[in-house]
């Protein structure tokens, strides 16, 4: 089942990012359904269906369900894209082709899925932690640093939101470090930030940007070490 799964991601994955130049999709774009590069891409797929299933043609009817689906799903986004959101409709349009190919294999290779692992305390305690890391440490650390205002807080040349993602993204990689016992790598991930940062820290004319930004570091790993720690003492409990 995973070995079939694993073919026809492949094949997805060549015909829609690795063999799909940008002027297939500007022309697709442009002329929709009437586009001849919209019927190579489902060549393109189809070719590489055949390529990775060593020309089984027991599979055709399978190949051709997989390349007329995408074909149809990509002639749907291609026609909504001036009236939803860019973003959220290329991650419905791949969610539509990987769960298109998760029936076939399905119906090919029955296969049992145990939702009930959803719910044990391991899933339930690392869910906890991953939410706490996230969405209540960003409270915690906005709190906490609304202590100081500084004129660089309210500069327009950053961009919205950037220190709130940064930092999510900062403890969520220490948390994943800690849980691989790879402590190592969260001193390179400070190196790393320490480089970024410095040009801002060198035009400080004073001490009080290096110390607010040493301060939110410190703070943010400080949560997500302890909360690493917290969570792996947690699962020895379970």
């Known amino acids: 089942m995973i070995l079939l799964f694993t073919k026809f991601l492949i094949a997805?994955?060549?015909?829609?990012?690795?063999?799909?130049?940008d002027s297939?999709?500007?022309?697709k774009k442009a002329k929709k359904h009437k586009s001849k590069y919209l019927y190579f891409h489902g060549l393109v797929h189809f070719m590489a269906l055949l390529v990775l299933f060593q020309f089984n043609w027991s599979f055709l009817p399978y190949f051709l369900i997989i390349v007329i689906s995408h074909l149809v799903i990509d002639i749907v986004k291609i026609n909504l894209e001036e009236k939803v959101n860019t973003r959220w409709l290329f991650f419905i349009d791949q969610i539509l082709?990987?769960?298109?190919?998760s029936a076939i294999v399905y119906f090919k290779a029955p296969y049992k899925l145990d939702f009930e692992k959803l719910y044990s305390k391991e899933v339930l305690l690392l869910l906890l932690a991953l939410l706490i890391i996230t969405s209540v440490s960003s409270i915690i650390m906005k709190m906490l640093m609304g202590t100081w205002?500084?004129?660089?807080?309210?500069?327009?040349?950053?961009?919205?939101?950037?220190?709130?993602?940064i930092g999510i993204l900062e403890r969520l990689f220490v948390f994943s470090f800690i849980l691989l016992n790879q402590w190592s790598a969260i001193g390179l991930l400070i190196a790393a930030k320490s480089v970024f940062r410095f040009g801002d820290l060198s035009r400080a004319k004073d001490r009080k940007l290096t110390e607010y930004m040493l301060i939110g570091t410190l703070i943010s790993f400080g949560m997500a070490i302890f909360i690493g720690l917290l969570y792996k003492y947690a699962i020895t409990l379970v």
């Open 24 to 27: 297939w999709v500007k022309n």
């Open 12 to 21: 997805h994955i060549i015909g829609d990012f690795v063999l799909q130049p």
């Open 97 to 101: 082709h990987v769960l298109i190919i």
């Open 149 to 165: 205002s500084l004129e660089e807080d309210n500069s327009e040349d950053s961009l919205e939101s950037a220190g709130k993602y």
